[in-house]
Every structure is written in structure tokens, then in C-alpha cells.
């Protein structure tokens, strides 16, 4: 089945640095979203991207979907403790194919 | 607050049982989920549904059922027939993909089940 890598799992940070992480898929998608989890609840949706190339901000993050579409990148500026989570990508084509998650720390 | 609610929060099962978790929203949303998160794993998705009373197997749906009754609800079971439901649940649901696109999914806040 398709499948997405992302990369990297674990990220630890401290407050202030940037942060970058990105999924890869050998299958093309239309839409690439990413989401944020913390502990206990449902992942929040942070950004969709819906065309090749497309740059996206909300906030401190920004989101990219690659040019080729097999691949789409979240950055994170300035990180601040209550960025702390588990951050999934997500690659739509019809059906919904999620990464394994980048689970961030961030120690003050 | 429009949302997706998903109840109960905690959920047992014991040996040879079937368990129901609840899953409403009032996003007016057509299209309704159910994925399984296992830790370190991304979601998998078990079953969804378009329309009410229709609804497709998505890639691990043995030992689940769902119904979808009305379009603010999908409960799934977990029959007895599931032999490791220990996971976390999530119910999620969006509007249905317009042509050449893909609406997000909006997630509930999650069941964790175990086994007693």
C-alpha cells in the first residue's frame, strides 16, 4: 500500500531554535496536510496544502508542497514550549495516507 | 462550539466482548471516520462512510462494524472478533472532496480502550 515516510521521529530542541521536519512518499499526492497532536486528544489540523509548489504560513509554521508532489516539508520558527507534540503529515489521493509522526520536545 | 464529540473518553473491554464507541459531530460534515493509533504508528484507517447508510471498509476492518443512521453519528463496535483492540480511537469527519480536491478531516478528541 502507499505509504509516507517521515522524518525525522524525534526531534529535542530548545526554546527559541527552528525546527524542520518533512514526509516523503514514492506515490504522488493532490493535497498534503499536517496536524499537530498532543497528548490524550485528536490531532488538530495546522495547514493543507492543495497545489505542487504551494508555500503556506500560519503563524511561526510554514508548510510546503514539493514541487515533484511526492513530498511536503513543515517548519517551525522560533519554538516556544507549547509547540511540544507529535506533528503528522498527511497525503491525500482519494484516501487519507498519514506519516508516522515527528514528536517534538522543546526544553525551556 | 461546532465539533466532533467522541464518548466515553476511557473505554474497558473484557474477554469475548463487544464494545460501542460513540462518535457525533455538528459540523454538517457528509463524510465520517474511524482510524486506529497504535503508539509510534501513524493512523490506519478502519472504516468511513460518505452518505448515511453507506459505509466501506477502510484497510484494517477485520473484527469492526459501523452503521451510519443518521448523518451526525458513526459508532463503531469492536466485536470480540478484534483480538488486540487496545489502541487509542479516533473519530474524524469532513466535508466530501469536490472534484479534483480533498477536504481536511477534523478529528475528535479520541477513545482509548484496553483490555481487562
Known amino acids: 500500500g502507499q505509504q509516507l515516510n517521515q522524518s525525522p521521529q524525534s526531534m529535542f530542541i530548545q526554546e527559541g531554535e527552528d525546527v524542520s521536519m518533512n514526509c516523503t512518499s514514492s506515490?504522488?499526492?493532490?493535497?498534503w496536510l499536517w496536524y499537530k497532536q498532543e497528548p490524550g486528544e485528536g490531532p488538530v489540523l495546522l495547514i493543507a496544502l492543495y497545489k505542487a509548489g504551494e508555500l503556506t504560513s500560519n503563524g511561526r509554521l510554514t508548510a510546503q508542497f514539493g514541487i515533484t508532489r511526492k513530498d511536503s516539508f513543515l517548519n517551525i520558527s522560533a519554538s516556544i514550549p507549547s509547540d511540544v507534540g507529535i506533528y503528522f503529515c498527511a497525503g491525500s489521493r482519494g484516501k487519507l495516507i498519514f506519516g508516522q509522526g515527528t514528536e517534538l520536545s522543546v526544553k525551556p | 462550539d461546532g465539533g466532533i464529540t467522541q464518548s466515553p473518553k476511557y473505554l474497558f473491554r473484557k474477554e469475548g466482548q463487544n464494545v460501542t464507541l460513540s462518535c457525533e459531530q455538528n459540523l454538517n460534515h457528509d463524510a465520517m471516520y474511524w482510524y486506529r493509533q497504535d503508539p509510534g504508528q501513524g493512523l490506519r484507517l478502519i472504516y468511513y462512510s460518505q452518505i448515511v447508510n453507506d459505509f466501506q471498509k477502510g484497510d484494517i476492518a477485520e473484527g469492526y462494524s459501523v452503521s451510519r443512521e443518521k448523518k451526525e453519528s458513526f459508532p463503531l463496535t469492536v466485536t470480540s472478533a478484534q483480538k488486540n483492540p487496545t489502541a487509542f480511537y479516533l473519530c474524524?469527519?469532513?466535508?466530501?472532496?469536490?472534484?479534483?480536491?480533498?477536504?481536511?478531516?477534523?478529528f475528535g478528541d479520541g477513545t482509548r480502550l484496553s483490555i481487562l
Open positions: 506515490s504522488i499526492f493532490n493535497t
Open positions: 474524524a469527519s469532513s466535508i466530501l472532496r469536490d472534484r479534483g480536491g480533498n477536504q481536511p478531516q477534523h
